[in-house]
T-cell receptor
């Protein structure tokens, strides 16, 4: 069964707007990671947040983690057409396996 | 540095045929992984190799076998392909099993008729 579930499944915004994607998970985690996948390509690691962290930034990316609610969010600020991709959260559990969610498909309209 | 490479990029098989998907990494990583990705679903782990000489089952291992040929190479074999194995297969590697960032190959799109 899937550990992470993203919401929404699809998101369409105008260039320059912010995009927010959410991830909920079921059991305790060591860390939570976000990956990006361009159409027809492999996944690329974006950012990792550990279970004892609440917020992390990397460029235009901001990730938050709320372990009490078992949820995380990824915010992409000032979106660009090149941000169009699918975004996946992945939860690292105590067994050290990485479980991926079903993804959010983001479309940024120029 | 090529990173993680996979061959072939595309493959069509008939039910019952066998094939091996190849994966190689040039980052001197200890751990390697095989995932499958089906439409509308995230990646699911098939098998992994935490270090050279070891392999372990992931979430969906049935119908597959793997070989960690050396530190660089990790192959996935389908002995008797079934239509349910139609999917996109991704290989990934990481510095070690407990270390966190995985690097992915471009994928192999497999269709089983």
């Amino acid at each position: 069964s899937q550990q992470g579930e993203e919401d929404p499944q699809a998101l369409s915004i105008q260039e320059g707007e912010n995009a927010t994607m959410n991830c909920s998970y079921k059991t305790s985690i060591n860390n939570l990671q976000w990956y990006r996948q361009n159409s027809g390509r492999g996944l690329v690691h974006l950012i990792l947040i550990r279970s004892n962290e609440r917020e992390k930034h990397s460029g235009r990316l901001r990730v938050t983690l709320d372990t009490s609610k078992k949820s995380s969010s990824l915010l992409i600020t000032a979106s660009r057409a090149a941000d169009t991709a699918s975004y996946f959260c992945a939860c690292k559990t105590g067994a050290n396996n990485l479980f991926f969610g079903t993804g959010t498909r983001l479309t940024v309209i120029p | 540095n090529a990173g993680v490479t996979q061959t072939p990029k595309f493959q069509v098989l008939k039910t019952g045929q066998s094939m091996t998907l190849q994966c190689a990494q040039d980052m001197n990583h200890n751990s390697m992984y095989w995932y499958r990705q089906d439409p509308g679903m995230g990646l699911r782990l098939i098998y992994y190799s935490a270090s050279e000489g070891t392999t372990d089952k992931g979430e969906v291992p049935n119908g597959y076998n793997v070989s960690r040929l050396n530190k660089r190479e990790f192959s996935l074999r389908l002995e008797s392909a079934a239509p349910s194995q139609t999917s996109v297969y991704f290989c990934a590697s990481s510095g070690d099993y407990a270390r966190d960032t995985q690097y992915f190959g471009p994928g192999t799109r497999l269709t089983v008729l």
